[in-house]
């Protein structure tokens, strides 16, 4: 995509843009914000989420934020991700929304690293 394609995606990338490199990728009717191989937010429409654990969890409550929730058209089952929408004052904020984003892209690499498995075993 280029930066002309979307200008919410062009503001996303301007925001974040402390952070690095940033990407963002279609994905499921909305898009994933990636810092190299990390995806530390998620867009819907115009709502920035960003990637939680519990204790960033409870600082973006306490600003009001909202858990992102996904409902499986299929099933019709409603899942609340581990995203958080990103608050209201870090919207117009790049150096706010920097220090979101550096929390955010910290839990999405901690996440990440989580889920790399040992190697597995192989029969003698």
Do not use: C
């Given at each position: 995509?280029?930066?002309?394609?979307?200008?919410?995606h062009?503001?996303?990338?301007?925001?974040?843009?402390?952070?690095?490199?940033?990407?963002i990728?279609?994905?499921?009717?909305?898009?994933?914000?990636?810092?190299?191989?990390?995806?530390?937010?998620?867009?819907?429409?115009?709502?920035?989420?960003?990637?939680?654990?519990?204790?960033?969890?409870?600082?973006?409550?306490?600003?009001?934020?909202?858990?992102?929730?996904?409902?499986?058209?299929?099933?019709?089952?409603?899942?609340?991700?581990?995203?958080?929408?990103?608050?209201?004052?870090?919207?117009?904020?790049?150096e706010?929304?920097?220090?979101?984003?550096?929390?955010?892209?910290?839990?999405?690499?901690?996440?990440?690293?989580?889920?790399v498995?040992s190697?597995?075993?192989r029969?003698?």
């Amino acid at each position: 995509m280029t930066r002309m394609d979307n200008p919410f995606h062009n503001y996303v990338e301007d925001l974040f843009a402390k952070l690095g490199r940033i990407r963002i990728r279609k994905m499921f009717g909305g898009a994933g914000v990636y810092a190299g191989e990390d995806m530390f937010a998620l867009l819907d429409g115009d709502q920035i989420y960003i990637k939680a654990d519990e204790t960033l969890r409870a600082d973006l409550e306490a600003e009001g934020a909202q858990p992102f929730e996904w409902t499986n058209p299929t099933t019709g089952q409603t899942l609340q991700m581990s995203y958080l929408s990103m608050p209201v004052n870090a919207l117009d904020d790049p150096e706010e929304a920097t220090d979101w984003g550096q929390k955010a892209l910290a839990v999405a690499i901690e996440s990440r690293r989580a889920k790399v498995k040992s190697p597995r075993r192989r029969p003698l």
